[in-house]
Nanobody
């Protein structure tokens, strides 16, 4: 059974940085796409970034380009989201997700597996 466990959220001032981690288990993820989504209070869940586990294809939402970086560590079966120059509008619950096919999947419906989420709060 696929399990995704996020960690690394917290409270940070605007301009600061956080690194989120997503520990994946229960499957070989070489053909998967790993994504990060976020959901602010009262808003729909939105795409942040995704990466094919094996290939170099990486996609970002326009709102985070140049500030966020998605990466993975094969030895730890972990996906990361490095978030720099954080803004108050980046506040929300961040979710890790896995889609069992390679591609630049920006829709949440493409992802079959989800973590429990980790809270990120950016103060002004």
């Amino acid at each position: 059974q696929v399990q995704l466990v996020e960690s690394g959220g917290g409270l940070v001032q605007a301009g600061g940085s956080l690194r989120l981690s997503c520990a994946a288990s229960g499957r070989t993820f070489s053909s998967y796409t790993m994504g990060w989504f976020r959901q602010a209070p009262g808003k729909e869940r939105e795409f942040v970034a995704c990466k094919n586990w094996s290939a170099g294809n990486i996609y970002y939402a326009d709102s985070v380009k140049g500030r966020f970086t998605i990466s993975r560590d094969n030895t730890k079966n972990t996906v990361y989201l490095q978030m720099n120059s954080l803004k108050p509008e980046d506040t929300g619950v961040y979710y890790c997700a896995a889609a069992p096919r390679p591609g630049g999947w920006v829709s949440s419906t493409a992802y079959d597996y989800w973590g429990q989420g980790t809270q990120v709060t950016v103060s002004s």
